[in-house]
């Protein structure tokens, strides 16, 4: 059925249906915490008894996973080393009740990076490295892993929902998001004119906190509505000398470790709402084993 967007309490089409998760039993209507083996991880999920914050939304059900595949290595290129790794998923049904005012909701994830060590080591010669300062030096807890645009959004299609009041009845929808890492490494030192494969492992560990969120745009009141914590693990050998294709062997750990969906939740940092995202903050050192680091590319954001 059609419907007008300017229309007073329309929900806005940002919510895609169910991630096609299992369900879990609904016995008692007891809050329940389950966890659905499969393959090479699970499905932390929390379901059953609807948890009610302030101004009256619920929760329903919040589902978290990393997919249960290893991550993928593609050599095709004769200039760089692609991997991809496995995607975490978070999903959440919320309902919100009706709003009486001439006001605006926005429930969606906000999510932000708390550590990073990102290493592409090339034998004797030193290695590169994509590094967060700020974060590195402590001088904040975690960076905003926003698109970039919406801040401080994940993002603004399947991760957001926006509630325009005043409504009538109950607004029900699912929120969903996904996250993995897909760069390019270049086979041969980055600071040399010379194109000869030098790469001899990659090592990669990141720990990011993923918030449910409700807030009000008229008043800028917040709501936190779930807490997860994941990380990604990653370290791949390489033997340069080898044919292209056959150089890089996935080492452990092939298996991700699966979120956790906190029973507290955790406050946001301020460094996680706003400018810059980690995307922009990031810079790309080479170290070599003598000598002085070398900035290969700056941030993006000053």
Not at 85 to 107: D, G, L, N
Not at 148 to 156: A, D, E, H, L, R
Request: proline content about 10%; glycine content about 6%; some cysteine.
């Amino acid at each position: 059925m059609a419907a007008d967007p300017g229309a007073p309490g329309f929900l806005q089409p940002c919510c895609p249906p169910p991630l096609p998760f299992l369900d879990l039993p609904q016995a008692g209507r007891r809050l329940l915490v389950g966890a659905v083996l499969c393959a090479m991880g699970c499905i932390q999920s929390i379901g059953g008894k609807a948890r009610v914050f302030r101004e009256g939304i619920s929760v329903i059900d919040v589902k978290a996973s990393i997919d249960p595949i290893p991550t993928s290595i593609d050599e095709s290129s004769s200039v760089v080393l692609r991997y991809r790794t496995p995607h975490f998923r978070a999903s959440a049904q919320v309902v919100m009740p009706p709003i009486p005012k001439r006001e605006t909701w926005v429930v969606g994830w906000i999510q932000a990076c708390s550590h990073m060590e990102f290493y592409n080591q090339y034998g004797e010669q030193g290695m590169s490295s994509w590094e967060l300062p700020d974060l590195q030096e402590g001088k904040i807890e975690a960076i905003s892993d926003s698109d970039g645009v919406n801040y401080p959004w994940y993002g603004n299609t399947t991760e957001t929902c926006t509630i325009v009041g005043p409504t009538k009845r109950d607004s029900k929808f699912i929120i969903s998001m996904n996250d993995n890492f897909y760069p390019s490494v270049t086979w041969a030192v980055p600071v040399s004119e010379s194109n000869v494969a030098k790469l001899t492992s990659i090592y990669r560990d990141q720990s990011f906190t993923t918030w449910l969120v409700a807030t009000n745009t008229s008043t800028n009141d917040m709501i936190i509505l779930q807490t997860l914590h994941w990380r990604m693990q990653l370290s791949i050998e390489v033997n340069p000398t080898r044919p292209l294709g056959q150089r890089a062997r996935l080492r452990e750990p092939i298996a991700q470790d699966q979120p956790k969906i906190l029973s507290k939740n955790e406050p946001i940092p301020p460094s996680a709402l706003v400018k810059p995202n980690a995307n922009d903050a990031q810079v790309l050192m080479w170290r070599p084993k003598y000598g002085q680091p070398l900035v290969v590319i700056p941030p993006k954001h000053r």
